[in-house]
Nanobody
Framework: QVQLVESGGGLVQPGGSLRLSCAAS????????MGWYRQAPGKLRELVAL???????NYADSVKGRFTISRDNAKNTMYLQMNNLNREDTAVYSC??????????????WGQGTQVTVSS
């Protein structure tokens, strides 16, 4: 079984910064692509950023230049540094990972989500 746990969300003023973490645990052999997604009230879930095992990255246009995705493969952890936050960034942020285990092969796993609220 694989678990993903996000942390680091909270309330921040416009222009502020937050750093999200996503830690994977369980019977893990290899974590392939990891990603951050977000869902604002009344909107569909959208991709924020992706990072491959080799650290290639891809960002949504709305966060380019403000957010930075990274990962530590030794710790099975992914990060999202969010700078210059604005109200449109308010959402529940969830992490996703493609994980290979001996029992289940490669499957996609989701964390429970962490709330990010940008407000003055």
């Amino acid at each position: 079984q694989v678990q993903l746990v996000e942390s680091g969300g909270g309330l921040v003023q416009p222009g502020g910064s937050l750093r999200l973490s996503c830690a994977a645990s369980g019977t893990i052999f290899t974590i392939w692509t990891m990603g951050w997604y977000r869902q604002a009230p009344g909107k569909l879930r959208e991709l924020v950023a992706l990072i491959t095992r080799g650290a290639s990255t891809n960002y949504a246009d709305s966060v380019k230049g403000r957010f930075t995705i990274s990962r530590d493969n030794a710790k099975n952890t992914m990060y999202l540094q969010m700078n210059n936050l604005n109200r449109e960034d308010t959402a529940v942020y969830s992490c996703n990972a493609e994980v290979w285990t001996r029992v289940n092969g490669t499957r996609s796993y989701w964390g429970q989500g962490t709330q990010v609220t940008v407000s003055s």
